[in-house]
């Protein structure tokens, strides 16, 4: 017994004495890992932003979503990587004194409808089922490229959700809610079939923190409008609009967003200091235990801009065509580019007159005859004052 | 009158205890049961112990080579020893939960007559076109053959060559351990050829946790049914160029060729589009040193997401998309060249992002048109690097030509067939293990008897995959992976598997207290009651007695 014990802490040091050398060298590879353990090993990114609520009064959160939307693709997110929910329509709203636009500014400084909104899941399809089958990926099969969330495990994945909710639910659409146990589920099932590398969870509803209390899946950091017990509040009314704009949160979110260019090296500290509690009267929260990285590493890019790794193509490949009976033919087809002389298009409109015209010389007439009544009224009164001793000055 | 009065309540009062009695036995023997059965998620039976059995599966995969001698290859007595076989097996260190072992069966033959005849040419190509007529091989199988020292088929000082057929020469030695290094020699040759560690590794990049963040650049596409290619022509200045774009005869000509190449690796269909007044995100800058216009490298990476919004794609098909793009600067900033890191102007003018595509741009001026065909050699090199199928590692004094039309050598397309069917299998079997523990986890999800079916062919399927991938049989071994993979997300995606909304476990006390309650309070209590009563009564005859 004592010898075998000797025996293996001989063999312990022995084996320690070993290790030494390779435990320098151990060190500096943990250092190179430790270093690259800092960048986000992420691909591509995605978007999933979700309004739930409808009616006019609401019109808040369908800008809010908005303009997260307008962010992100401003800040390179495709649209087909983006999937937008809507769930009413508040730009052809007939309460819409200003239709075709959701403005994001009161004096309607910002209009976040724009020209190129692709809306994936419009009015009565944003359900909580459409948004799990989102989510999970159980989709049927007919359900077009552009409804899909087709992440894989190298995609950081950007959801936010805005609306009415409470404690530890989100109402969709006056008619259902979903709850933070089916949101933490669904987020498990998209972890265990690898569907997102990370994953940021914003939401703005009042009692925003309580969505986020159950998530247990890795690399998930969440954001939160407020905590449980308080109340998001909106920012500004419009009078001409007649509604809130946009909520507080959501609004100093996008003034933070909008100083944001794909090259920033901005971190997720910033941006959990947006809005502090003199501005937004509740106080938002965040939670990243969940995550691996530390905040102050990851990029505001990491999740709402889309930056491509690319790699210069060195490599060629000689190859020797076919000859034979396509030799022909490919030189029967083949033209060169030709230099010719640059098109104009036909002078369709006369662009240049409308802008630069005169002022057309009307004919003239005689004065009407209420100028003529109004010119002999003076008169008479001037000469009724003056006397008409005064004539023989006029003429 | 008191005394029947007493007697009959006495009556009513055990009748109430039965008929109290009878009513808890019924719900608790009956209704408890019923409820139970008839409320709980229906699960059709999974195969639980099979699937976590795939994760410690070891995977053997064999590589068939036939290794032939011609007559003065070796020594004499060395020669009588033929026919025999002689098995390498190698494990492939990677930190990853399946065991991957390589085998290398080689059967060492004697040449017969027309491949003696075929071997003493003078030229090794002419030698390959008569070698290869009789017998087409089967895929993952190589065919070595040992030409003697002397032989004058080779170059003096190359001591092997790699052929473009899955076929490989090799100089023999007159020595006594003849065979030994003649086998180290062909070892060498046939894993150039076929396996390698990188292959896998690259295969198993999504699964191996460590190479996260390190084999960023060398990222090949994901293992597909099928894949969709896209060629996009980008012209941001029609006015000044009119350009003609002969693209059908190039995909005749290059693509098609190559896809057909690689057609057992998956469907792909072809496309091609020309956009107008499509700009690059970047602006160009001008190099007064070459009078050109550059475009830098560290610029590159903010060009595709301006143009990706613009290129579309099928709506039919969820295949991934490769665009391969050529853009044609406009005249304002006409030549443009792509620099590198180093400020040098890339000579293909072309650069890729992994897993996307690639960009190529047409540097050349409009005074000096050139044809369109050096852009498609560029893109099957882009194409190659795209799937992973890297340029190989040649033994020491090796001869090797380089594919030939069709951009792709067979054994190439072999190793992208055992890099995918062992990517298949991992995809495969985590997707099993991550629904068994999903069922595990989320209690309130529905396997429907399909879903059920779909599970048990998957795994079938990857058992298959395993057997036929250690007897070397490639194109079968892939086929069973593919199935695998396909039943396995589809039993993983199936719609129904959605967990039932609304029955988080605090819901349920909400939903089902109203129904038990009232119900289960005068059970409850008059069995409280009664107990009591017994309990009483059992204690009285001690007191009276």
């Known amino acids: 017994m004592v010898d075998t014990c000797f025996l293996s802490r001989g063999l312990t040091t022995l084996a320690g004495l070993l290790l030494l050398p390779f435990g320098s060298l151990a060190a500096s590879q943990i250092e190179d890992q430790a270093e690259q353990f800092f960048r986000s090993g992420h691909t591509n990114n995605w978007a999933v932003l979700v309004c739930t609520s409808r009616f006019w009064f609401n019109y808040r959160h369908v800008a809010n979503t908005l303009s ?17 929910m809507l769930a009413d329509d508040m730009a052809c709203n007939p309460r819409n004194p200003k239709p075709a636009t959701v403005y994001s500014h009161k004096n309607m400084e910002l209009n976040v409808y724009g020209d190129d909104v692709e809306v994936d899941y419009r009015s009565y399809e944003v359900t909580v089922e459409n948004f799990l089958r989102v989510l999970t990926g159980r989709i049927p099969s007919s359900t077009p490229r552009s409804k899909r969330l087709l992440s894989d495990d190298r995609s950081n994945i950007l959801i936010y959700m805005t609306g009415h909710g409470g404690n530890g639910f989100l109402k969709f659409q006056d008619s259902e809610e979903i709850t933070n146990i089916e949101l933490a589920d669904a987020f498990e099932q998209m972890w265990q079939k690898r569907r997102y590398n990370e994953l940021l969870f914003i939401i703005d509803t009042c009692q925003g923190a309580s969505m986020y209390e159950r998530f247990y899946s890795p690399n998930i950091m969440a954001l939160a409008s407020s905590q449980v017990g308080e109340d998001s509040l909106s920012h500004q009314p419009d009078p001409a609009v007649g509604v809130h704009l946009m909520d507080r949160y959501t609004f100093y979110v996008l003034e933070f967003l909008e100083e944001i260019n794909p090259a920033s090296q901005t971190n997720m500290n910033d941006l959990f200091q947006v809005c502090p509690r003199s501005l937004c009267v509740s106080t938002p929260g965040h939670r990243t235990d969940l995550f691996q990285r530390d905040p102050k590493n990851v990029l505001i890019t990491d999740f709402f801009g889309s930056v491509r790794k690319v790699e210069i193509t060195t490599e060629t490949i000689s190859l020797q065509p076919d000859s034979g009976v396509v030799e022909s033919s490919y030189k029967k087809d083949q033209m060169v580019e030709e230099l010719m002389e640059p098109l104009k298009y036909a002078e369709q409109l006369p662009v240049a007159q409308i802008i630069h015209q005169k002022p057309k010389l009307k004919d003239w007439h005689p004065p009407g005859g209420f100028i003529l009544g109004l010119w002999a009224l003076i008169i008479m009164v001037f000469f009724k004052t003056y006397g008409i001793k005064h004539m023989k000055f006029i003429f | ?17 039965r008929a109290a009695l009878f009513f808890a036995t019924v719900v608790i023997v009956l209704g408890l049961p019923l409820w139970w059965k008839t409320t709980e998620t229906y699960r059709a039976p999974l195969p639980y112990s099979q699937i976590s059995g795939l994760n410690s599966l070891k995977l ?58 075929a071997l003493s040419l003078g030229n090794i190509q002419e030698a390959e076109a008569m070698l290869a007529e009789p017998s087409e091989q089967a895929e993952g199988s190589l065919t070595v053959y040992v030409i003697s020292e002397r032989c004058s088929l080779l170059p003096q000082d190359m001591m092997s060559y790699i052929g473009p057929k899955r076929m490989a020469v090799v100089r023999g030695i007159t020595h006594r351990e003849a065979f030994n290094i003649i086998g180290r020699r062909i070892i060498q040759v046939v894993q150039a050829m076929s396996l390698t560690e990188d292959v896998l590794a690259a295969a198993l990049a999504d699964h191996l946790p460590e190479d996260k963040w390190s084999s960023d650049k060398r990222r090949p596409l994901k293992s597909s049914l099928g894949y969709e290619i896209t060629f996009s022509l980008l012209n941001p200045d029609p006015k000044s160029h009119d350009v003609h774009w002969d693209i059908e005869g190039a995909v005749q000509r290059y693509v098609q060729p190559f896809l057909s190449a690689l057609s057992a690796a998956g469907n792909f269909s072809v496309d091609s589009q020309i956009l107008y007044y499509a700009v690059l995100g970047v602006n160009p800058r001008f190099d ?29 098909s969820l295949y991934p998309v490769l665009n391969f793009l050529l853009y044609v600067p406009e005249l304002a900033h006409s030549p443009l060249y792509i620099q590198d890191k180093d400020g040098a102007p890339v000579a293909t003018n072309a650069f890729h992002s992994p897993r996307w595509g690639g960009i190529m741009v047409n540097g050349h001026t409009v005074q000096s048109p050139e044809p369109k065909v050096q852009g498609q050699t560029d893109w099957v090199g882009e194409v190659r690097l795209l799937f992973g199928i890297a340029q190989p590692q040649l033994p020491p004094k090796c001869l090797f030509f380089g594919p030939k039309s069709e951009g792709i050598m067979t054994w190439e397309l072999d190793r992208l067939l055992w890099a995918r069917s062992v990517e298949n299998l991992a995809t495969a079997t985590t997707t099993l293990t991550s629904l068994a523990q999903l069922l595990g986890k989320i209690s309130n999800i529905v396997i429907k008897d399909d879903v059920a079916s779909e599970v048990y062919r998957a795994v079938a399927a990857v058992q298959k995959a395993a057997e036929e991938l250690s007897s070397g049989h490639l194109a079968s071994a892939f086929a069973a992976s593919q199935e695998a993979v396909t039943s396995s997300e589809r039993a993983f995606f199936d719609p129904s598997l959605l967990h039932l909304l609304y029955f988080p476990d605090d819901q349920k006390f909400a939903i089902y207290i109203p129904l038990f309650l009232p119900m289960a309070v005068p059970i409850l209590l008059s069995l409280f009651k009664i107990f009591l009563e017994t309990r009483k009564s059992w204690k009285k005859p001690e007191k009276t007695d």
């Open chain 2, 60 to 117: 053997r995969l064999m590589v068939p080579v036939t290794v032939v001698f011609t007559q003065e290859s070796v020594p004499l007595d060395d020669q009588e020893k033929l026919p025999f076989t002689v098995v390498h097996e190698r494990e492939i260190p990677l930190k990853y939960k399946l065991k991957i072992k390589c085998r290398f069966q080689k059967a060492y033959r004697r040449a017969l007559d027309h491949e003696e005849a």
């Open chain 1, 68 to 84: 997260v939307y307008r962010s992100v693709k401003r800040l390179g997110i495709p649209d087909s990587h983006i999937v937008l």
């Open chain 2, 288 to 316: 007064s040193a070459s009078s050109s216009y550059y475009l830098a490298a560290h610029s590159l990476p903010h060009v595709i997401n301006p143009v990706e919004s613009r290129l579309g794609s099928s709506a039919a």
């Open chain 2, 1 to 17: 009158m008191a005394a029947t009065g007493a007697a009959a309540t006495d009556l009513e009062v055990v009748r109430g205890k």
